[in-house]
């Protein structure tokens, strides 16, 4: 009964921000982003028609990607969502959004194995990017430069 109520309540948190919100402005996450003295990169495209594109890729000690995604923000049906595809998956992901601010985003899907939360925001010149199961207590935290 207890873990009914704590799913219930979980499923009932996730909500998408939907097309009614006023346009939404994820300009702030634009551009080349980099971690680990370049091995890391992110980068996010301007808005083109509604969507955002992005890709992330990691470099392995022989300098090859050995993990990499192709992202994308956009408006679905049910709201505005983030949506990737990795290597490891092979079938996208989608992730609803469930809070923006001037600066930050919050992305969720509780049916997702790893990682369930997404929270993008910005840190003075950094962008940040939480990744990490519901409760927040697993996952890491990616944060990243502007490219040199």
Same mark, same amino acid.
């Given at each position: ?21 006023? =346009?939404? =402005? ?7 982003? /980099?971690? =680990? ?16 594109? $992005? ?14 995604? /192709? ?7 049910? $709201? ?17 959004l469930t809070r923006v601010g001037d ?12 990682? /369930?939360?997404i929270y993008y925001y910005l840190v003075?010149? /950094? !962008? ?15 944060? !990243?430069?502007?490219?040199?």
């Amino acid at each position: 009964m207890l873990a009914t109520f704590f799913l219930t309540a979980s499923l009932a948190s996730v909500a998408f921000v939907t097309s009614a919100d006023p =346009d939404l =402005d994820f300009s702030w996450m634009e551009g080349c982003w /980099q971690a =680990d003295e370049g091995r890391t990169k992110e980068v996010w495209s301007e808005d083109f028609g509604g969507v955002r594109f $992005g890709y992330a890729a990691t470099l392995n000690e022989e300098g090859k990607a050995g993990f990499y995604e /192709q992202m994308v923000i956009h408006e679905t049906e049910q $709201g505005w969502a983030f949506t990737a595809l990795t290597r490891a998956n092979g079938v996208p992901v989608t992730f609803p959004l469930t809070r923006v601010g001037d600066t930050d985003a919050t992305f969720e899907n509780p049916d997702h194995d790893f990682p /369930q939360k997404i929270y993008y925001y910005l840190v003075e010149a /950094q !962008l940040h990017a939480d990744v990490t199961d519901l409760s927040g207590d697993n996952g890491f935290t990616a944060k !990243l430069v502007p490219c040199r």
